[in-house]
């Protein structure tokens, strides 16, 4: 079996619609598999001629010839071959089967497993001997009716989900999403009343709806049997327990299941018409069957000798007769003989011939009875046996079979008296018989009916009575159904099965202790055990019947209410208050969950709140039509929601959903749906509330929409329809929402409505409640089911204290009334609270478990209250009077967000607004939601983010520790469309030196990161393409066939975030959220289906994303951090970690990880070290892993044993890079070299390592991809570049160049050249096309700090560094030419002259020199900034005038007047610019350290003579113009940012800034408008304009932006 999607995901890299054709080779190995997007079609002859009907479909291509199977001339295709098309849809797959016509034509019938695979389900073949018809699980009858399609179709519980797969399937299953539900227990029977003993006579079988149940009577243990889609109509099971048959309501088919492994083996079409009677010969193999349809009824006869070998059965002979049959049983002696009866004859039927042969005996000793039962018996060895048979006269007649006559006819009346009444049942032994009757009597009596051995009485009729096979135990099934089996040894009854005999209508799970009450239309209100099953108690109500029930929060108690209106409170089985308020059919009662209030509605519209604290309820209010009319509702017309605070119902119309505050029943909402989502008229079904941290409220409608609304602004947020028709049933939990719809309820993702899970309930659903724990769903119809729910946190045990969500807990004293109350702590919310001040009440529920498989994260966005006490509260929330609608959370903070539903900022930002300073002011824990975003703040200890509590950071390179980024990205800001913005991003320089593992390799195009942009470049041409959407430094990557998956680490309370893009289009796909931290390592599985990323040494979780929605699929812990991960390219489920430790997990077949921890040998701990530390690590095409050290080692790990088995010294320093592929290891790190080991097997055991090759780099390797062959492949260094590698030429190209260090300056020469300033000491020079370094020249001792090109000649440059010095270097010789010192202090910016024969330079101490380029000279030191010891940050020399400025950090700028020729330079004027006496961060602004200000920054306008552009720290955020002519200023425009780089763009009229809010802004010099560019992670420091290429550059850290100017 070939799993297709696989193959072509791996060797393709494409995903194609069809398989065109698969080529073998000799040894049966796949040689090639060929793809296509076409449907072929055979009967396509050529796509002119006209489509057959029902055969051909628009868009089918004839067969290629080498594709077309051979047909002899004169004959037709289809004489030779089946085409089989599945699924049956215009979008799925066609295939066409050899399949030659002397055989069965075979449709393969198919389960949708949940990732979408399609996994084939083969059951033995049924052959009808008679019709010479064949029937399979895997064929498909061609003149079946639509009813038997409908059984094919629901074979699995589960539509999406293989339950039990052949056994060829068993080794995927561990590949299967596992069901949310799985059917745990039933409770109850019926409709078909069969019931059978176990052979060892233990256990017994019954049906219960569709499902038939298997049940031990000593410890009540159930096997379901599951498949059939409608209500079972008869079973049987044969003698010695192997096989049982049973047959449904409306479909003709019968099931054969093997008991022991409760597996349907076959099916068996009887006839047109289902089978009423089933019986198992008990003298040898053959199954008789028995249709009814009116006035004939059928008998079928099959032959089961075989069933064991073959797994087939065969008809032996069919007949018939016209009566209607009611009874029917195979001889015990002789298959050959069976006997039937209807209400007036008995027919017994002998096998002749093949055939069929009947008496028929309608009267017995001249008289007629109506006959009820029919028995089997034998009397003195007789080997034909006699027939008994039971009458409503209360007469047993004995029938000789052999003459077929009557022998005798027992009255019991005349042996008992006139108490016996219609026997309804009889059970014969060969030592005594059994009768039930009218009277609720169950007689043991001798074998002769004479004598009264043992009586059972009961409440109601005994309608039917078995005896065990060995005679030791009796059952019996009275009217009430309940069921009691009696042990004729110990003479000891017990009952063993009770059950409603009408259906259920509504069923509550007590939160206090494991016990479930339903009502049902038998007028009856039963309590349940829910371990055991076993009734507790019951209360029957004559003349009407319970509508609802509700368990009150914490005390135990019932209410029910009634369909006269009456309402009643039942503790321990006795009615101790009634309530006559209402006089029509209650559909509610409902309690608040903090148990406060209840509220009760009835059909006429009514609503009456009650006080349901004290010890007899109390009315408080009652409203009339409120309550939408009817009771259709019932009995969940009114909901509350989870945080006791809201009430919500149809009402006051069918058509409006109301929702009331939950104390005072004012009006917070009322919304008209009858037109919201459709055209036409609609009406509210149904309302149920979310979750407990969100404001959802979902309303389902009779046209089938599910809307969520959002509770605080009305606002329909999304609307949904899981069915064609109405949706009457909604629950929600945690993750999930559960609708039903008649017997099948689906299960789908809490946040999108997506991700659905179908199940079939077997029975019509009339209600279902979870249970508290949430691991349980309650479902009632015409029976109850318990289903096992997998929704809730694994781990969670249900408390009584953490269910209850009252703020007091409240207890009474019977003889004093008086309230005693103590405060419930902890829970969901929880409040740090002063010592001097009360604690106020605070609503709780379960805290989840932080390991759970969510599928979203829901954050609200005014959880925090900044009140003085300090508390949680939900009431800014949901009660927010605000008559503004306020946006749906959903829209903005789910974890997996849509590229088209941007919203705004998220809870986490504004979370991340409050100060350190109020940190204390944060609840003490602030749950998290779905299991996400864990942040705690403990009372003993500091806060998580604080620098006293955060670990120790790990000294491993591979593990990514960035420091902190100085500024935000601003939230608010301007992004122009592309036809109208004035910049567009044409080119990134650089490759991020922080990133690990960066680096993706996709054919032609190399795909890379810089600070927040994933750069797509195309090898060949050198074109860029920009993916950007994040916000923080993207420190790795990770690609599968058609998707790259990016992610960026966390800044102050924002999280970590991973966009996916689709690698062809470039187009972003889904944004997630989950760890708070920053992103260790990002990798996909083999196959794509899951997505792994690890967060970093202060998380230490491990996320498995599933890519098929983006939903969070599991997550777990590991006690250390981790540096690396690498999956099994073999298996999607198994991946290991290298950190601290080495650890092999596995995805098993429950969804769940499991880990184990690898070993090492003591020789190789001596080697290695005991610190060592794993930091690397690659997988082989075997299945072995190798892993690398900081120490230098490469070691060799199995992951069956998980032990180290190989390990040598490879580098000196630290591995942090390994890569595997056709028997050749490459390893680097640290060390700086990359080396190519050759791997060679010599043995079974022995590994051989030899060092092929060795190539040396310019800095520690982080990243490196490599082709398929291990020739060519692409390097990344802490430097900031990517290096081509061939290794067959060994050599290494410079691909793309980057800076190893932070970017000072920036300075373009009069060419196409422009030079650029790094912190590390180097001056490198850029060419501009092609983007490639020309020069580099560096300074070991001292920092390059600032840099410009001689405008008279563009061959010399200039650079100032941190010692005080200025270098001349002659980029013609590249050389340098000049050195000199004129400062002692760092040198903070250069600039020449307008004829380029005056240098001058300032420092950091605020000093300014006049110098001579050509001799070096010191022409003039001006101190007159000096006195502040703010450094220079702008020099300008005006190009319009002679004049030059000087600007200093502290906002003064000097106007200097100069006439180079004579020396004379004047200053003319001088300017102090005012500012606050504080940051603007809020701290004192220290006079000695202006680095926490923004930078002051002028410049001379090109456009405005005697003009000077200023802008820097002030009262307002502002570019002025200053006019130092007139003394005055001229115009101001404001700015959003505080600017720390500016630059004019004179032939367009703009001006360029960078903002320390990362962005690049340009603002039109006349009117102010402006317009943001996002490109970098951190503030803009360089902001730039080359006038000869018209580009904008701009740079921050280390990476550098270039923008064509389209203006």
């Given at each position: 079996?070939?799993?297709?999607?696989?193959?072509?995901?791996?060797?393709?890299?494409?995903e194609?619609?069809?398989?065109?054709?698969i080529?073998?080779?000799?040894?049966?190995?796949?040689?090639?598999?060929?793809?296509?997007?076409?449907?072929?079609?055979?009967?396509?002859?050529?796509?002119?001629?006209?489509?057959?009907?029902?055969?051909?479909?628009?868009?089918?291509?004839?067969f290629?010839?080498?594709?077309?199977?051979?047909?002899?001339?004169?004959?037709?295709?289809?004489?030779?071959?089946?085409f089989?098309?599945?699924?049956?849809?215009?979008?799925n797959?066609?295939?066409?089967?050899?399949?030659?016509?002397?055989t069965?034509?075979?449709n393969?019938?198919?389960?949708?497993?949940?990732?979408?695979?399609?996994?084939?389900?083969?059951?033995?073949?049924?052959?009808?001997k008679?019709?010479?018809?064949?029937?399979?699980?895997?064929?498909?009858?061609?003149?079946?009716?639509?009813?038997?399609?409908?059984?094919?179709?629901?074979?699995?519980?589960?539509?999406?989900?293989?339950?039990?797969?052949?056994?060829?399937?068993?080794?995927?299953k561990?590949?299967k999403?596992?069901?949310?539900?799985?059917?745990?227990?039933?409770?109850?029977?019926?409709p078909?009343?069969?019931?059978?003993?176990?052979?060892?006579?233990?256990?017994?079988?019954?049906?219960?709806?569709?499902?038939?149940?298997?049940?031990?009577i000593?410890?009540?243990?159930?096997?379901?049997?599951?498949?059939?889609?409608?209500s079972?109509?008869?079973?049987?099971?044969?003698?010695?327990?192997?096989?049982?048959?049973?047959?449904?309501?409306?479909?003709?088919?019968?099931?054969?299941?093997?008991?022991?492994?409760?597996?349907?083996?076959?099916?068996?079409?009887?006839?047109?018409?289902?089978?009423?009677?089933?019986?198992?010969?008990?003298?040898?193999?053959a199954?008789?069957?028995?249709?009814?349809?009116?006035?004939?009824?059928?008998?079928?006869?099959?032959d089961?000798?075989?069933l064991k070998?073959?797994?087939?059965?065969?008809?032996i002979?069919?007949?018939?007769?016209?009566?209607?049959l009611?009874?029917?049983?195979?001889?015990?002696?002789?298959?050959?003989?069976?006997?039937?009866?209807?209400?007036?004859?008995?027919q017994?039927?002998?096998?002749?011939?093949?055939?069929?042969?009947?008496?028929?005996?309608?009267?017995?000793?001249?008289?007629?009875?109506?006959?009820?039962?029919?028995?089997?018996?034998?009397?003195?060895?007789?080997?034909?046996?006699?027939?008994?048979?039971?009458?409503?006269?209360?007469?047993?007649?004995?029938?000789?079979?052999s003459?077929?006559?009557?022998?005798?006819?027992?009255?019991?009346?005349?042996a008992?008296?006139?108490?016996?009444?219609?026997?309804?049942?009889?059970?014969?032994?060969?030592?005594?018989?059994?009768?039930?009757?009218d009277?609720?009597?169950?007689?043991?009596?001798?074998?002769?009916?004479g004598?009264v051995?043992?009586?059972?009485?009961?409440?109601?009729?005994?309608?039917?009575?078995?005896?065990?096979?060995n005679?030791?135990?009796?059952?019996?099934?009275?009217?009430?159904?309940?069921?009691?089996?009696?042990?004729?040894?110990?003479?000891?009854?017990?009952?063993?099965?009770r059950?409603?005999?009408?259906?259920?209508t509504?069923?509550?799970?007590?939160?206090?202790?494991?016990?479930?009450?339903?009502?049902s239309?038998?007028?009856?209100l039963?309590?349940?055990?829910?371990?055991?099953?076993?009734?507790?108690?019951e209360?029957?109500?004559?003349?009407e019947?319970?509508?609802?029930?509700?368990?009150?929060?914490?005390?135990?108690?019932?209410?029910?209410?009634?369909?006269?209106?009456?309402?009643?409170?039942?503790?321990?089985?006795?009615?101790?208050e009634?309530?006559?308020?209402?006089?029509?059919?209650?559909?509610?009662?409902?309690?608040?969950?903090?148990?406060?209030?209840?509220?009760?509605?009835?059909?006429?519209?009514?609503?009456?709140?009650?006080?349901?604290?004290?010890?007899?309820?109390?009315?408080?209010?009652?409203?009339?039509?409120i309550?939408?009319?009817?009771?259709?509702r019932?009995?969940?017309?009114?909901?509350?929601?989870r945080?006791?605070r809201?009430?919500?119902?149809?009402?006051?119309?069918?058509?409006?959903?109301?929702?009331l505050?939950?104390?005072?029943?004012?009006?917070?909402?009322?919304?008209?749906?009858?037109?919201?989502?459709?055209?036409?008229?609609?009406?509210?079904?149904?309302v149920?509330?979310?979750?407990?941290?969100?404001?959802?409220l979902?309303?389902?409608?009779m046209?089938?929409?599910?809307?969520?609304?959002?509770?605080?602004?009305?606002?329909?947020v999304s609307?949904?329809?899981p069915?064609?028709?109405s949706?009457?049933?909604?629950l929600?939990?945690?993750?999930?929402?559960?609708?039903?719809?008649?017997?099948?309820f689906?299960?789908?993702d809490?946040?999108?409505?997506?991700?659905?899970?179908?199940?079939?309930?077997?029975?019509?659903?009339?209600?279902?409640?979870?249970?508290?724990?949430?691991?349980?769903?309650?479902?009632c119809?015409?029976?109850?089911?318990?289903?096992?729910?997998?929704?809730?946190?694994?781990?969670?045990?249900?408390?009584k204290?953490?269910?209850?969500?009252?703020?007091?807990?409240?207890?009474f004293?019977?003889?004093?009334?008086?309230?005693?109350?103590?405060?419930?702590?902890?829970?969901i919310?929880?409040?740090?609270?002063?010592?001097?001040?009360?604690?106020?009440?605070?609503l709780?529920?379960?805290?989840?478990?932080l390991?759970e498989p969510?599928q979203?994260?829901?954050?609200?966005?005014?959880?925090?209250?900044n009140?003085g006490?300090?508390?949680?509260?939900?009431?800014s929330?949901?009660?927010?009077?605000?008559?503004?609608?306020?946006p749906?959370p959903?829209?903005?903070?789910?974890?997996?967000?849509d590229?088209?539903d941007?919203?705004?900022?998220?809870?986490?930002?504004?979370?991340?607004a409050?100060?350190?300073?109020?940190?204390?002011?944060?609840?003490?824990?602030?749950?998290?939601?779905n299991?996400q975003?864990?942040?705690?703040?403990?009372?003993?200890?500091?806060?998580?983010?604080?620098?006293?509590?955060?670990?120790?950071?790990?000294?491993?390179?591979?593990?990514?520790?960035?420091d902190?980024?100085?500024?935000?990205?601003?939230?608010?800001?301007?992004?122009?469309?592309?036809?109208?913005?004035?910049?567009?991003?044409?080119?990134?320089?650089?490759?991020?030196?922080?990133?690990?593992?960066?680096?993706?390799?996709?054919?032609?195009?190399?795909?890379?990161?810089?600070?927040?942009?994933?750069?797509?470049?195309?090898?060949?041409?050198?074109?860029?393409?920009?993916?950007?959407e994040?916000?923080?430094?993207?420190?790795?990557?990770?690609?599968t066939?058609?998707?790259?998956?990016?992610?960026?680490?966390?800044?102050?309370?924002?999280?970590?975030?991973?966009?996916?893009?689709?690698?062809?289009t470039?187009?972003?796909?889904?944004?997630?959220?989950?760890?708070e931290?920053?992103?260790q390592?990002l990798?996909?599985?083999?196959?794509?289906?899951?997505?792994?990323?690890?967060?970093?040494?202060?998380e230490?979780?491990?996320?498995?994303?599933?890519?098929?929605?983006?939903?969070?699929?599991?997550?777990?812990?590991?006690?250390?951090?981790v540096?690396?991960?690498?999956?099994?390219?073999?298996n999607?489920?198994?991946?290991?970690?290298?950190?601290?430790?080495?650890?092999?997990?596995?995805?098993?077949?429950?969804?769940?990880?499991?880990?184990?921890?690898?070993?090492?040998?003591?020789?190789?701990?001596?080697?290695?070290?005991?610190?060592?530390?794993?930091?690397?690590v690659?997988?082989?095409?075997?299945?072995?892993?190798?892993?690398?050290?900081?120490?230098?080692?490469?070691?060799?790990?199995?992951?069956?044993?998980?032990?180290?088995?190989l390990?040598?010294?490879?580098?000196?320093q630290?591995?942090?890079?390994?890569?595997?592929?056709?028997?050749?290891?490459?390893s680097?790190?640290?060390?700086?070299n990359l080396?190519?080991?050759?791997?060679?097997?010599?043995?079974?055991?022995?590994?051989?390592?030899?060092?092929?090759?060795?190539?040396?780099?310019?800095?520690?390797?982080?990243?490196?991809?490599?082709?398929?062959?291990?020739?060519?492949?692409i390097?990344?260094?802490?430097?900031?570049?990517?290096?081509?590698?061939?290794?067959?030429?060994?050599?290494?190209?410079r691909?793309?160049?980057?800076?190893?260090?932070?970017?000072?300056?920036?300075?373009?020469?009069?060419?196409?050249?422009?030079?650029?300033?790094?912190e590390?000491?180097?001056l490198?020079?850029?060419?501009?096309?092609?983007?490639?370094?020309?020069?580099?020249?560096?300074?070991v001792?001292?920092?390059?700090?600032?840099?410009?090109f001689?405008p008279?000649?563009?061959t010399?440059?200039?650079?100032?560094?941190?010692?005080?010095?200025?270098?001349?270097?002659?980029?013609?010789?590249?050389?340098?030419?000049?050195?000199?010192?004129?400062?002692?202090?760092a040198?903070?910016?250069l600039?020449y002259?307008?004829?380029?024969?005056?240098?001058?330079?300032?420092?950091?101490?605020?000093?300014?020199?006049?110098?001579?380029?050509?001799?070096?000279?010191?022409?003039?030191?001006?101190?007159d900034?000096?006195?502040?010891?703010?450094?220079?940050?702008?020099?300008?020399f005006?190009?319009?005038?002679?004049?030059?400025?000087?600007?200093?950090?502290?906002?003064?700028v000097s106007?200097?007047?100069?006439?180079?020729?004579?020396d004379?330079?004047?200053?003319?004027?001088?300017?102090?610019?005012?500012?606050?006496?504080?940051?603007p961060?809020?701290?004192?602004?220290?006079?000695?350290?202006?680095?926490?200000?923004?930078?002051?920054?002028a410049?001379f306008s090109?456009?405005?003579?005697?003009?000077?552009?200023?802008?820097?720290?002030g009262?307002?955020?502002e570019?002025?113009?200053y006019?130092?002519?007139?003394?005055?200023?001229?115009?101001?425009?404001n700015?959003?940012?505080?600017a720390?780089?500016?630059?004019?763009?004179?032939n367009?009229?703009?001006?360029?800034?960078?903002?320390?809010?990362?962005?690049?802004?340009?603002?039109?010099?006349?009117?102010?408008?402006f317009?943001?560019?996002?490109?970098?992670?951190?503030?803009?420091?360089?902001?730039?304009?080359?006038?000869?290429?018209?580009?904008?550059?701009?740079?921050?850290?280390?990476?550098?932006?270039?923008?064509?100017?389209?203006?």
């Amino acid at each position: 079996m070939f799993n297709f999607p696989h193959l072509l995901r791996k060797y393709v890299n494409r995903e194609y619609s069809h398989i065109k054709s698969i080529k073998l080779c000799a040894n049966m190995f796949v040689k090639n598999v060929f793809s296509t997007s076409k449907a072929y079609n055979p009967h396509v002859i050529d796509k002119k001629v006209k489509l057959i009907d029902e055969i051909t479909k628009p868009g089918d291509e004839p067969f290629p010839r080498e594709m077309r199977y051979p047909v002899p001339n004169g004959h037709t295709w289809r004489e030779f071959y089946e085409f089989i098309v599945f699924p049956p849809s215009s979008e799925n797959l066609s295939v066409s089967v050899p399949n030659p016509r002397s055989t069965t034509p075979v449709n393969p019938s198919f389960v949708s497993s949940k990732n979408g695979e399609r996994v084939f389900k083969e059951l033995p073949v049924v052959k009808n001997k008679a019709s010479n018809a064949s029937i399979s699980m895997r064929s498909k009858p061609k003149k079946a009716s639509e009813k038997i399609d409908e059984d094919f179709q629901n074979m699995s519980l589960i539509e999406n989900v293989t339950i039990s797969p052949s056994k060829r399937n068993k080794k995927n299953k561990k590949d299967k999403i596992p069901p949310i539900c799985a059917l745990k227990k039933v409770l109850g029977f019926g409709p078909c009343k069969n019931f059978e003993f176990s052979n060892n006579t233990e256990n017994i079988y019954y049906a219960s709806g569709s499902i038939v149940v298997m049940q031990s009577i000593e410890s009540g243990s159930q096997k379901l049997f599951t498949g059939h889609s409608d209500s079972i109509l008869t079973f049987t099971v044969d003698q010695a327990d192997e096989y049982m048959t049973s047959s449904q309501k409306d479909s003709p088919l019968i099931r054969i299941w093997r008991v022991s492994s409760q597996e349907c083996i076959a099916l068996v079409k009887s006839s047109e018409e289902p089978c009423s009677i089933l019986h198992f010969s008990l003298a040898d193999k053959a199954l008789l069957g028995v249709t009814c349809s009116r006035p004939r009824s059928k008998l079928i006869l099959w032959d089961t000798s075989f069933l064991k070998l073959k797994g087939d059965i065969s008809i032996i002979c069919e007949g018939s007769c016209s009566d209607n049959l009611i009874k029917g049983q195979l001889s015990p002696v002789s298959s050959s003989k069976m006997a039937t009866c209807s209400s007036r004859s008995l027919q017994i039927w002998r096998l002749r011939a093949g055939k069929l042969k009947s008496c028929s005996i309608s009267q017995f000793f001249g008289l007629e009875y109506v006959l009820r039962d029919l028995r089997w018996g034998s009397v003195g060895g007789d080997t034909e046996g006699f027939i008994y048979l039971a009458t409503a006269a209360g007469i047993i007649i004995e029938v000789d079979s052999s003459k077929a006559s009557t022998v005798r006819c027992v009255d019991l009346c005349a042996a008992e008296g006139p108490g016996v009444k219609c026997i309804n049942s009889i059970g014969v032994h060969s030592a005594f018989g059994v009768t039930g009757t009218d009277d609720g009597n169950l007689k043991v009596w001798d074998s002769q009916f004479g004598e009264v051995i043992l009586n059972v009485e009961h409440e109601s009729a005994v309608k039917s009575c078995l005896i065990s096979a060995n005679g030791l135990k009796l059952l019996a099934v009275t009217e009430t159904d309940s069921v009691g089996v009696l042990d004729a040894t110990t003479k000891s009854y017990s009952t063993v099965l009770r059950s409603h005999s009408k259906k259920v209508t509504a069923v509550a799970v007590d939160p206090c202790q494991r016990q479930l009450a339903s009502i049902s239309h038998d007028s009856s209100l039963r309590v349940w055990n829910l371990d055991s099953l076993s009734q507790i108690y019951e209360v029957f109500s004559a003349g009407e019947f319970p509508t609802t029930v509700a368990y009150h929060p914490y005390k135990g108690s019932i209410v029910a209410g009634y369909s006269k209106g009456t309402v009643r409170v039942i503790e321990g089985g006795n009615v101790t208050e009634e309530l006559l308020d209402l006089t029509s059919c209650i559909t509610s009662t409902t309690f608040l969950p903090n148990g406060e209030y209840l509220y009760v509605s009835d059909a006429l519209g009514t609503l009456i709140m009650y006080q349901a604290t004290k010890t007899q309820l109390v009315q408080l209010k009652s409203i009339k039509h409120i309550v939408a009319k009817g009771g259709h509702r019932c009995p969940s017309a009114v909901q509350a929601s989870r945080d006791s605070r809201m009430i919500g119902f149809a009402g006051p119309t069918e058509h409006c959903v109301t929702v009331l505050e939950a104390s005072t029943l004012t009006c917070l909402i009322k919304l008209d749906v009858s037109s919201a989502v459709s055209s036409c008229l609609d009406s509210v079904q149904s309302v149920v509330f979310g979750t407990v941290l969100s404001r959802d409220l979902f309303v389902s409608t009779m046209s089938g929409k599910v809307l969520r609304v959002d509770t605080k602004s009305g606002v329909i947020v999304s609307d949904h329809q899981p069915y064609p028709s109405s949706t009457p049933h909604l629950l929600v939990s945690e993750n999930y929402i559960v609708t039903a719809n008649q017997s099948k309820f689906n299960v789908c993702d809490y946040s999108s409505m997506a991700g659905l899970q179908k199940y079939v309930a077997y029975h019509a659903i009339n209600h279902m409640t979870f249970t508290p724990s949430l691991t349980e769903l309650v479902i009632c119809g015409d029976g109850i089911s318990i289903w096992g729910f997998s929704g809730r946190k694994p781990g969670l045990n249900f408390n009584k204290d953490d269910y209850t969500t009252i703020a007091k807990r409240v207890s009474f004293d019977q003889e004093s009334g008086v309230e005693e109350s103590d405060v419930v702590e902890s829970g969901i919310m929880s409040t740090l609270i002063e010592e001097d001040k009360p604690q106020s009440p605070v609503l709780m529920a379960p805290t989840p478990d932080l390991l759970e498989p969510v599928q979203s994260d829901i954050r609200l966005e005014d959880t925090l209250d900044n009140s003085g006490e300090k508390t949680l509260d939900m009431s800014s929330i949901l009660l927010d009077p605000s008559p503004s609608p306020a946006p749906h959370p959903l829209a903005q903070t789910v974890t997996v967000t849509d590229h088209h539903d941007k919203g705004s900022d998220s809870e986490l930002e504004n979370v991340s607004a409050l100060s350190d300073d109020n940190s204390e002011e944060l609840p003490k824990t602030l749950a998290p939601i779905n299991g996400q975003h864990p942040f705690e703040i403990s009372p003993d200890s500091a806060s998580p983010r604080s620098p006293e509590a955060s670990p120790e950071p790990p000294l491993a390179l591979r593990h990514i520790t960035l420091d902190s980024p100085k500024s935000t990205l601003s939230e608010k800001r301007y992004m122009a469309g592309t036809d109208s913005c004035g910049l567009e991003l044409v080119t990134m320089l650089g490759n991020d030196r922080e990133g690990r593992a960066n680096v993706v390799w996709r054919g032609t195009v190399l795909f890379y990161t810089l600070g927040n942009v994933i750069i797509a470049e195309d090898l060949k041409t050198s074109k860029q393409e920009h993916l950007i959407e994040h916000t923080e430094t993207i420190t790795s990557l990770a690609s599968t066939c058609d998707r790259i998956a990016s992610c960026s680490g966390a800044h102050k309370l924002q999280p970590s975030q991973i966009c996916i893009w689709n690698a062809d289009t470039f187009q972003l796909l889904h944004t997630c959220t989950y760890h708070e931290h920053q992103i260790q390592c990002l990798e996909f599985t083999v196959d794509g289906s899951y997505l792994l990323s690890v967060g970093n040494y202060k998380e230490n979780a491990l996320v498995l994303w599933d890519s098929n929605n983006w939903a969070v699929h599991t997550v777990a812990k590991t006690e250390h951090y981790v540096h690396a991960v690498a999956c099994d390219p073999q298996n999607a489920t198994e991946f290991v970690t290298a950190g601290k430790c080495v650890q092999f997990w596995i995805l098993d077949h429950k969804q769940e990880l499991s880990v184990a921890t690898g070993t090492l040998p003591m020789q190789f701990i001596r080697s290695i070290g005991d610190e060592a530390e794993f930091t690397a690590v690659t997988y082989t095409d075997t299945g072995m892993v190798y892993i690398g050290t900081n120490t230098g080692y490469v070691t060799l790990w199995d992951p069956r044993s998980t032990a180290c088995i190989l390990h040598w010294s490879a580098h000196p320093q630290e591995v942090d890079l390994l890569w595997y592929q056709n028997a050749s290891l490459v390893s680097g790190g640290v060390s700086k070299n990359l080396k190519l080991w050759n791997i060679q097997k010599t043995d079974a055991d022995d590994t051989s390592v030899m060092l092929h090759d060795e190539l040396e780099f310019d800095a520690a390797i982080v990243s490196c991809v490599m082709d398929e062959q291990m020739n060519l492949g692409i390097v990344g260094t802490t430097s900031g570049t990517l290096w081509y590698v061939n290794w067959e030429e060994k050599t290494s190209i410079r691909l793309v160049g980057g800076h190893p260090d932070q970017v000072n300056d920036i300075a373009f020469s009069s060419g196409d050249t422009f030079a650029v300033a790094i912190e590390d000491g180097s001056l490198r020079l850029w060419n501009y096309e092609p983007l490639e370094q020309a020069v580099q020249f560096q300074v070991v001792s001292a920092s390059c700090t600032c840099i410009v090109f001689r405008p008279d000649d563009s061959t010399r440059i200039s650079a100032g560094y941190g010692d005080g010095t200025i270098r001349t270097f002659d980029l013609a010789s590249v050389a340098m030419i000049c050195k000199m010192a004129p400062h002692r202090q760092a040198i903070t910016i250069l600039r020449y002259s307008q004829n380029g024969q005056v240098l001058v330079s300032g420092d950091s101490n605020g000093l300014a020199s006049v110098i001579n380029s050509e001799t070096g000279l010191i022409m003039r030191v001006i101190s007159d900034h000096k006195k502040s010891t703010a450094a220079v940050t702008s020099l300008n020399f005006s190009t319009l005038s002679p004049h030059w400025l000087i600007a200093t950090a502290d906002r003064r700028v000097s106007v200097w007047a100069a006439d180079w020729e004579t020396d004379n330079n004047k200053m003319i004027c001088w300017l102090s610019f005012p500012a606050p006496s504080f940051t603007p961060s809020g701290d004192p602004v220290d006079k000695n350290n202006y680095r926490s200000l923004p930078p002051s920054l002028a410049l001379f306008s090109p456009l405005e003579r005697d003009t000077i552009l200023y802008a820097g720290y002030g009262l307002l955020q502002e570019i002025l113009f200053y006019n130092f002519k007139t003394k005055e200023t001229v115009r101001k425009i404001n700015l959003a940012h505080w600017a720390t780089a500016l630059d004019i763009i004179p032939n367009s009229n703009l001006i360029v800034i960078g903002s320390h809010d990362r962005l690049v802004t340009i603002v039109d010099y006349t009117s102010g408008t402006f317009q943001d560019f996002v490109a970098h992670d951190n503030e803009v420091g360089i902001a730039g304009y080359w006038e000869k290429n018209n580009v904008v550059c701009s740079g921050s850290g280390a990476g550098i932006a270039l923008w064509n100017v389209k203006v």
